[in-house]
């Protein structure tokens, strides 16, 4: 079973295959980077899922792989707080477009202000954090949650979530 996964981004990418791994066996897996055609900082749920199937579909043009895996984070407002969002979309062959959201968590003021000033919550942590690809690790949630939740973990639930869907819809076939 071919597999793409719609990023090289190292958090996402060990998620898919940590998850899919566990779940499926033969995997053949092609990793590429495709556009998300929304924003590099996506500003709310809808716009962050988008860019989640955006990435599915896009993966699948090029790769007509069995499953097409997009992931995206993004940031939403909720009643003048800002939550970090995530998103998750699997594209099937037949064209089914599975998707699941994952965890809100809560960003401090002084990060908030950066994404609201135009800047982009990875760069903005690697400042606040003075280390270099966080996104690529334990990610802003790592961060804000002492590590007890990291980037790659938080999008493996999203996974699971995408990948139990899949089985539920084949177990109906
Ligand atoms: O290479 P891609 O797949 O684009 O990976 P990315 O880290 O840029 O991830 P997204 O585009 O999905 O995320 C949108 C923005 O939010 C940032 N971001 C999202 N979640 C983050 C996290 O947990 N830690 C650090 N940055 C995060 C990310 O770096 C982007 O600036
Ligand atoms: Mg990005």
Same mark, same amino acid.
């Given at each position: 079973?071919?597999?793409?996964?719609?990023?090289?981004?190292?958090?996402?990418?060990?998620?898919?295959?940590?998850?899919?791994?566990?779940?499926?066996?033969?995997?053949?897996?092609?990793?590429?980077?495709?556009?998300?055609?929304?924003?590099? &900082?996506?500003?709310?749920?809808?716009?962050?899922? &988008?860019?989640?199937?955006?990435?599915?579909?896009?993966?699948?043009?090029?790769?007509?792989?069995?499953?097409?895996?997009?992931?995206?984070?993004?940031?939403?407002?909720?009643?003048?707080?800002?939550?970090?969002?995530?998103?998750?979309?699997?594209?099937?062959?037949?064209?089914?477009?599975?998707?699941?959201?994952?965890?809100?968590?809560?960003?401090?003021?002084?990060?908030?202000?950066?994404?609201?000033?135009?800047?982009?919550?990875?760069?903005?942590?690697?400042?606040?954090?003075?280390?270099?690809?966080?996104?690529?690790?334990?990610?802003?949630?790592?961060?804000?949650?002492?590590?007890?939740?990291?980037?790659?973990?938080?999008?493996?639930?999203?996974?699971?979530?995408?990948?139990? &869907?899949?089985?539920?819809?084949?177990? &109906?076939?």
């Amino acid at each position: 079973m071919l597999v793409s996964i719609g990023t090289k981004n190292k958090a996402k990418t060990e998620a898919i295959t940590n998850i899919v791994g566990n779940y499926l066996e033969s995997i053949e897996y092609i990793q590429l980077d495709v556009p998300s055609n929304v924003s590099e &900082q996506p500003f709310s749920d809808e716009e962050t899922r &988008q860019g989640a199937i955006n990435r599915a579909e896009n993966a699948f043009e090029k790769t007509s792989a069995d499953l097409n895996f997009g992931l995206e984070g993004g940031v939403r407002m909720i009643d003048g707080n800002m939550y970090c969002c995530n998103w998750g979309a699997l594209k099937l062959k037949d064209g089914t477009v599975l998707t699941a959201a994952g965890a809100l968590f809560l960003l401090p003021e002084e990060v908030a202000k950066e994404i609201r000033a135009g800047k982009e919550l990875g760069p903005v942590m690697d400042v606040y954090t003075n280390e270099k690809g966080i996104r690529h690790n334990k990610g802003a949630v790592g961060v804000f949650t002492a590590n007890l939740v990291n980037r790659t973990e938080m999008f493996e639930h999203i996974v699971k979530l995408l990948i139990g &869907q899949y089985f539920f819809k084949i177990g &109906q076939q």
